[in-house]
């Protein structure tokens, strides 16, 4: 059984340039969370998808928006990219409504902003 | 803010030794989980404690639960070097939205053989 799988692992970007991070989430689950996980700190919430839509947002900038597919995976977009989004982006999946079960994450996107 | 805080920021210990990592948090919580995570890559879940639950055990993890201090404890008996990993306590706080996880800055846990 494939855990919750992220692409691509690293990436450099330029300021100003827009990216994109993938996230599949582990098989049964249909709710799909994104952190942000700055060096030397705990992951931050951004937001979670789950029946294609965007259901609570954290304290980040409308410069981040996602997208949730029909199988479930889920696409992070970051536009116009900051040195200080340089970062571990963490997915996270669970299966909807099971407030009291554990989230599994994937190994995360190193992303480096130049 | 519902961020959990873990205790000590940094422990180091030779193996064979117990490792004791304290959390405190802030608001009610439906439960308190406790995560790895291996030089800056995923985390990797060890074990979940419910509100109504004081204490469980996983292998060599014991976690307790004390609500009404608004913190938990992760013991690792017999620590390994391959113990070595930061070590988050994320709470999944009442009211908020299902599976929205609230993280404190993690314990840096160094194992020495």
């Known amino acids: 059984d494939a855990g919750v799988t992220q692409s691509p692992t690293h990436l450099i970007k330029t300021r100003g340039q827009q990216v994109t991070l993938r996230c599949s989430p582990k098989?049964?689950?249909?709710?799909v969370s994104w952190y942000q996980q700055a060096l030397g700190q705990g992951p931050q919430f951004i937001f979670q998808?789950?029946?294609?839509?965007?259901?609570q947002r954290g304290n980040f900038p409308d410069r981040f928006s996602g997208h949730q597919f029909p199988n479930y995976s889920s696409e992070l977009n970051v536009n116009a990219l900051l040195l200080g989004d340089s970062a571990l982006y963490l997915c996270?999946?669970?299966?909807?409504?099971?407030?009291?079960?554990?989230?599994?994450f994937g190994q995360g996107t190193r992303l480096t902003v130049v | 803010s519902q961020q959990g805080e873990e205790d000590p920021q940094a422990l180091s210990i030779q193996e064979g030794e117990n490792a004791t990592m304290n959390c405190s948090y802030k608001?009610?919580?439906?439960?308190l989980q406790w995560y790895r995570q291996n030089s800056g890559r995923g985390l990797v879940h060890l074990i979940l404690?419910?509100?109504?639950?004081r204490e469980k055990h996983s292998g060599r993890l014991r976690v307790t639960l004390d609500t009404s201090k608004k913190s938990s404890s992760l013991l690792i008996t017999a620590s390994r070097a391959a113990d070595t990993a930061s070590y988050f306590c994320?709470?999944?706080?009442?009211?908020?939205?299902?599976?929205?996880?609230?993280f404190g800055r993690g314990t840096q846990l160094t194992v020495w053989p």
């Open positions: 996270a999946s669970s299966p909807r409504g099971a407030w009291n079960t554990e989230a599994f």
């Open positions: 098989s049964g689950h249909d709710t």
């Open positions: 998808y789950y029946e294609e839509e965007e259901r």
């Open positions: 608001t009610s919580i439906n439960n």
């Open positions: 404690i419910r509100s109504n639950e």
């Open positions: 994320a709470t999944d706080a009442r009211g908020s939205t299902l599976g929205r996880l609230y």
